[in-house]
């Protein structure tokens, strides 16, 4: 009788990560342009930080960035080609989006400052993203699995890259844009009538802006959207001049040509707005008890918030309020699948711009002194809009829901509507008749 032996069947292994060597093309073309890219960050948070920012404000940023750029050159030949290319990917797209605002703005006024660094790391930027690419291509079957395991792998990996491109690259680079975005020059006042004026903000910081005296009595500070300055908010002090009444409008710290570091949430912005209100009341024709605001967008926002902060701020029209900082958007939004998202995004807000986020303003709602006329256009401020209202109970906020308007647009959209509104709750708040 002959004793057959069954030899087991031997295991698919996988073979070891396909890592590149410290010296690979590969890992010298990513250590290059990471460099390239980090010495622009270096250069934007300190040699050329912008007028009126801190040496200090950035510190903590540019030591997050260092620690990553390093952590990046160590981890990428130590890995497989997949996370070597993503991790290019993502630091390659973050150096273009950071130089591209750069780019942008040697195309409107010119290169300076940290304009040159910006290019290069654009140059970079895409050096890594193409890394990404080739990378992905020539190591394309390495590993040692079958045809079919391979495909089951790629199917489970698309997807899970996608989550990770839509919760990470995007909200950084959005971040990035909400910090970085360049200057526009200014131009001339929108008539002979209004005077350029500056003043200081309550950190020290110069604020420039625009003044008209007031005609029946009552001041208005117009306050632009956040990435804009000044000239987005000139149609509704022409309004508000055509109605009397006296209007400041001023660049936000790093718009315009006002010093600060830029922040498109308004961190920071409650201190120029103390400034502004300074500066009103050292003016003789102004009566400091009917001082208002209208703000568009994150100035309204911060205007919202300043109506239960200041017992001098007397009336608000708020246009397009929503969201200021993480806490507003779980309030508004709910918490949900974008709330990963959101939490990217404002952290990387806080860790580039070195500020701090703004009050709640559910919370503000709560302590409202001053009356407040909200426009809510479209479905998502109608949200803020309720939670807003129901959180200020009986205190003096109105909530006037356009559907059809889009954001901060009711002054073009339904112009005569928006003129009565907008007029008569000044009116009524600041005593004009």
């Known amino acids: 009788m002959t004793a057959t032996t069954l030899t087991p069947p031997v295991r698919e292994r996988p073979a070891p990560p396909p890592s590149a060597s410290r010296r690979s093309g590969e890992t010298l073309v990513f250590?290059?342009?990471i460099a390239v890219a980090l010495v622009h960050a270096l250069d934007d948070?300190?040699?050329?930080?912008?007028?009126?920012?801190?040496?200090?404000?950035h510190v903590f940023g540019a030591l997050v960035s260092v620690l990553l750029a390093l952590a990046a050159v160590w981890a990428f030949p130590r890995v497989r080609p997949l996370a070597r290319a993503a991790i290019a990917l993502f630091f390659g797209s973050t150096a273009v989006v950071n130089g591209a605002m750069h780019v942008k703005h040697i195309d409107i006024s010119g290169a300076s400052g940290a304009d040159f660094t910006g290019v290069l790391a654009v140059g970079a930027g895409l050096t890594m993203v193409g890394l990404a690419v080739a990378v992905l291509w020539?190591?394309?079957?390495?590993?040692?699995?079958?045809?079919?395991?391979?495909?089951?792998?790629?199917?489970?990996?698309?997807?899970?890259g996608l989550l990770a491109f839509v919760y990470t690259v995007i909200p950084v680079n959005m971040a990035i844009t909400e910090t970085h975005k360049w200057r526009e020059p200014i131009g001339s006042p929108p008539s002979a009538d209004y005077q350029d004026v500056t003043f200081e903000a309550s950190d020290g910081a110069k604020i420039a802006g625009w003044y008209r005296p007031t005609q029946n009595g009552a001041t208005l500070i117009v306050l632009h959207g956040g990435g804009g300055d000044r000239t987005g908010a000139v149609r509704h002090a022409k309004l508000l001049v055509k109605h009397g009444y006296g209007v400041l409008l001023y660049d936000a710290r790093g718009r315009g040509e006002s010093e600060g570091a830029q922040n498109s949430y308004g961190w920071g912005w409650d201190k120029d707005l103390a400034g502004a209100m300074a500066f009103l009341k050292s003016r003789d024709e102004v009566d400091p008890e009917r001082i208002g605001g209208l703000g568009l967008s994150t100035g309204a926002d911060v205007l919202a918030n300043a109506a239960a902060e200041r017992k001098d701020m007397k009336a608000v029209v708020a246009d397009g309020t929503w969201s200021g900082n993480f806490e507003d958007s779980q309030r508004t939004?709910?918490?949900?699948?974008?709330t990963p998202f959101f939490a990217v995004?404002?952290?990387?807000?806080?860790?580039?711009?070195?500020?701090?986020p703004g009050a709640v303003i559910e919370e503000s709602m709560k302590r409202l002194a001053s009356p407040v006329l909200m426009v809510a256009a479209g479905a998502p401020e109608k949200r803020a809009g309720e939670?807003?209202?129901?959180?200020?109970?009986?205190?003096?906020?109105?909530?006037?829901?356009?559907?059809?308007?889009?954001?901060?647009?009711?002054?073009?959209?339904v112009a005569p509507q928006y003129e009565q509104r907008v007029t008569a709750f000044f009116g009524d708040a600041l005593g004009v008749r």
């Open 387 to 413: 939670v807003y209202d129901r959180a200020a109970g009986d205190r003096p906020l109105d909530v006037w829901y356009l559907p059809e308007v889009t954001h901060t647009a009711a002054i073009r959209q």
């Open 345 to 356: 995004e404002f952290a990387t807000v806080r860790l580039t711009s070195g500020s701090k």
């Open 138 to 160: 020539r190591h394309r079957g390495e590993a040692a699995y079958s045809a079919r395991r391979r495909w089951i792998y790629r199917a489970i990996a698309v997807p899970l």
């Open 31 to 33: 250590a290059g342009a």
């Open 333 to 338: 939004t709910g918490r949900g699948a974008m």
């Open 45 to 57: 948070a300190f040699f050329h930080r912008g007028p009126g920012v801190d040496l200090g404000q």
